[in-house]
């Protein structure tokens, strides 16, 4: 069983930055792909970053690419999104997810792909 805690959120303007954090239990951190997923009010559940087992070939959504780095320390057990440029549009609850299947990317988008969900952060970007 892997327990996912996230951090970070919080309210910010259009154009600032926030990183959230994803601490993982367990000892096999080093062995997980790791994927943030975001939840508007009203809206399905959509991917936005993974990170591989080995943290090449971060995979991104194409409303983030450019603006949304995702990176992990295995030595912490900790995935990162450090997101730059928020535009009011990225406002959601943002989750982490994990699993020991080796996902690469598109795969990695999908939600039932993951084992493991974290209980989210809220993200508010104002206008």
């Known amino acids: 069983q892997v327990q996912l805690v996230e951090s970070g959120g919080g309210l910010v303007q259009a154009g600032g930055s926030l990183r959230l954090s994803c601490a993982a239990s367990?000892?096999?951190?080093?062995?997980?792909?790791m994927g943030w997923f975001r939840q508007a009010p009203g809206k399905e559940r959509e991917f936005v970053a993974a990170?591989?087992?080995?943290?090449?070939?971060?995979y991104y959504a194409d409303s983030v690419k450019g603006r949304f780095t995702i990176s992990r320390d295995n030595a912490k057990n900790t995935v990162y999104l450090q997101m730059d440029s928020l535009k009011p549009e990225d406002t959601a609850v943002y989750y982490c997810?994990?699993?020991?299947?080796?996902?690469?990317?598109?795969?990695?988008?999908?939600?039932?792909?993951?084992?493991?969900w974290g209980q989210g952060t809220q993200v508010t970007v104002s206008s």
């Open positions: 367990g000892r096999t951190f080093s062995s997980y792909t």
């Open positions: 990170s591989s087992w080995s943290g090449g070939n971060p």
């Open positions: 997810a994990a699993t020991l299947r080796r996902l690469y990317g598109s795969e990695s988008s999908k939600p039932t792909g993951y084992a493991y």
